[in-house]
Structures are given as structure tokens and as C-alpha cells.
Nanobody, 126 residues
Framework: QVQLAESGGGLVQAGGSLRLSCSTP????????MGWFRQAPGKEREFVAA????????NYASSVKGRFTISRDNAKNTVILQMNSLKPEDPAVYYC???????????????????WGQGTQVTVSS
């Protein structure tokens, strides 16, 4: 079974930064789009950011645009979500996901992604 492994979550003060990393040990996803989603308690999983297979196209939820940056290093099979200016509304479990396509116009739909990690918790203190 394909596994995605997230890391980098933790506790940070509002206004601070965290860097989430997603690795894909044992398999390369360099030909596929990748995404980050998050889910807060009692809420549905929501789209955060997506990146095409080459890294040439990125998309963001309006709530994080300008604060979060998604990037990838295909040589290292790693996808990064740099989160700056964290707000009290950002806490959630953050999930890395891999599509089975290089890019999709429906990048914001969870159903677009075939593989998921276990998630990493992000907590923001005010």
C-alpha cells in the first residue's frame, strides 16, 4: 500500500510559522499532482493548496493565499507546505495527498486524490 508521510506539525503562536513536509518513501510521485488538505474538529476536510507534477502550477484556498506556500522537490520525493502568519483559525490536522494525474482542474476536491497520509496536527495559540 502506498504511504505518504507527513511531518512538521506542532504548536506555534499566532503569527508564527511552521513547515510541513510530505515524503513518499518507496515510491515516486514526481509525475503526479500533490495537495494539502486540513480538517478541524467537527468540520469537513477542506482544500489548502495543490501543486502540479512539475511544480509549475500552484493553487491555494483563499483563506491561506499569501500566507502559505506549496513547493516540491521531485528528486527527493518531497512536498513542502510553508505556513507563515498562522492564525487562530488555522489549527487542524493537515493531510498530504497524491493524485493519479499530473494536474487537474478539480485540484480542490478531495476525491481527486488517490493516496493520503495519516495527517499531522497543527495547533496555534493566541
Amino acid at each position: 500500500q502506498v504511504q505518504l508521510a507527513e511531518s512538521g506539525g506542532g504548536l506555534v503562536q499566532a503569527g508564527g510559522s511552521l513547515r510541513l513536509s510530505c515524503s513518499t518513501p518507496g515510491r515516486t510521485f514526481s509525475n503526479y499532482a500533490m495537495g494539502w488538505f486540513r480538517q478541524a474538529p467537527g468540520k469537513e476536510r477542506e482544500f489548502v493548496a495543490a501543486i502540479s507534477w512539475s511544480g509549475g502550477t500552484t493553487n491555494y484556498a483563499s483563506s491561506v493565499k499569501g500566507r502559505f506556500t506549496i513547493s516540491r522537490d521531485n528528486a527527493k520525493n518531497t512536498v513542502i507546505l510553508q505556513m507563515n502568519s498562522l492564525k487562530p483559525e488555522d489549527p487542524a490536522v493537515y493531510y498530504c495527498a497524491a493524485s493519479s494525474r499530473p494536474y487537474s482542474s478539480t485540484y480542490y476536491r478531495a476525491g481527486e486524490y488517490r493516496y493520503w497520509g495519516q495527517g499531522t496536527q497543527v495547533t496555534v495559540s493566541s
